[in-house]
């Protein structure tokens, strides 16, 4: 059965998109990432066989485009600057706990998919792309 690194990455994303963060634009790039988890962990949840694995693929895609969008305006916001502590102390305590319910979603969501190796296949190689636009 194909495993996919990329459930190891989660942990880091509260981190990461938080230091990044500060202000309107942070904040909204961090409820956006929020979003896109669920949104992603939304479609790995319908697939239910190879068929549906194969139909999912072009919205995978779609999902780590949108990923790797999100993690580039990240990388861009931290070169315009750092936020204060107390600032990022705030934005923790708002979406650390939506961005933690959003990574269960997905690890559940990958835990379930694992268990049908015919479609974790048919999705493997999209799955890893995923994982490359979240590092």
Sequence with gaps: MARIPFVKYFHALPLLLLVACGGDPHEEATSDMIDELNALAETIEGIESKADAES??????????????????????????????????????????KMKEAQKRMQDAMRQLQKNPESMMAVAEVMQEVARSMR
Excluded: C, F, N, T
């Design 56 to 97: 999912a693929r072009s919205e995978l895609k779609a999902h780590a485009d949108a990923l790797k969008e999100l993690g580039d305006r990240v990388k861009e916001l931290d070169k315009e600057g750092k936020i204060s502590k107390e600032r990022e102390k705030e934005l923790m305590s708002e979406y650390e706990p």
